[in-house]
């Protein structure tokens, strides 16, 4: 049974470029949530998808945008990238909960960024 | 910014010793879980305890909840060397916020074989 799966797992890019990270749920899931984790810090939530829609979003610019395909795999897209972006990027799956109640996250290794 | 405060934020013990992980949250929660993370890598799913639950076991570990002081702690007992990592407590709020937790910023935990 394959769990979280993320691709690359790392990447360096420089300021203003833009950069997509792509993530496979584990089976049977068809939630995906996308987290940044700077260093030294917890993560941070920067959006859900269902059913190919963004049900919630963190407190993060219009620069970071995401994805969904039919097969719930998921992409994270960020434009005009920053120095202030690099970071671990963590994509975690789960069932969609009821009444918005999330019981457990299975999360993948990360996509380290690093900007220069 | 982090709803969470991890306390301490980073603590040394020798193997066999337990270690305790205080967390403390600022709004309202359905249900708090604890996260392992090795070294930058992916987090791990340790426990949940829901706001109806005061205290929870799986193997060596305890959760304790008090929801009046918003605050959870993580015991683990008979720690070994593996048990080093970063520690996580997580929010969910429930309702509207959906499949959004909201993480404090760790507690790093050696264990010294």
């Known amino acids: 049974d394959a769990g979280v799966t993320q691709s690359p797992t790392h990447l360096i890019k420089t300021r203003g470029q833009q950069v997509t990270l792509r993530c496979s749920p584990k089976?049977?899931?068809?939630?995906v949530s996308w987290y940044q984790q700077a260093l030294g810090q917890g993560p941070q939530f920067i959006f859900q998808y269902y059913e190919e829609e963004e049900r919630q979003r963190g407190n993060f610019p219009d620069r970071f945008s995401g994805h969904q395909f039919p097969n719930y795999s998921s992409e994270l897209n960020v434009n005009a990238l920053l120095l202030g972006d690099s970071a671990l990027y963590l994509c975690?799956?789960?069932?969609?909960?009821?009444?918005?109640?999330?019981?457990?996250?299975?999360f993948g290794e990360g996509s380290r960024l690093t900007v220069l | 910014s982090q709803q969470g405060e991890e306390d301490p934020q980073a603590l040394s013990i020798q193997e066999g010793e337990n270690a305790t992980m205080n967390c403390s949250y600022k709004?309202?929660?359905?249900?708090l879980q604890w996260y392992r993370q090795n070294s930058g890598r992916g987090l791990v799913h340790l426990i949940l305890i829901r706001s109806n639950e005061r205290e929870k076991h799986s193997g060596r570990l305890r959760v304790t909840l008090d929801t009046s002081k918003k605050s959870s702690s993580l015991l683990i007992t008979a720690s070994r060397a593996a048990d080093t990592a970063s520690y996580f407590c997580a929010g969910n709020a429930g309702g509207t916020s959906y499949g959004k937790l909201t993480f404090g910023q760790g507690t790093i935990l050696t264990v010294h074989p």
């Open positions: 089976s049977g899931h068809d939630t």
């Open positions: 975690a799956s789960s069932f969609p909960g009821t009444g918005g109640v999330v019981r457990e996250l299975f």
């Open positions: 709004t309202s929660i359905n249900n």
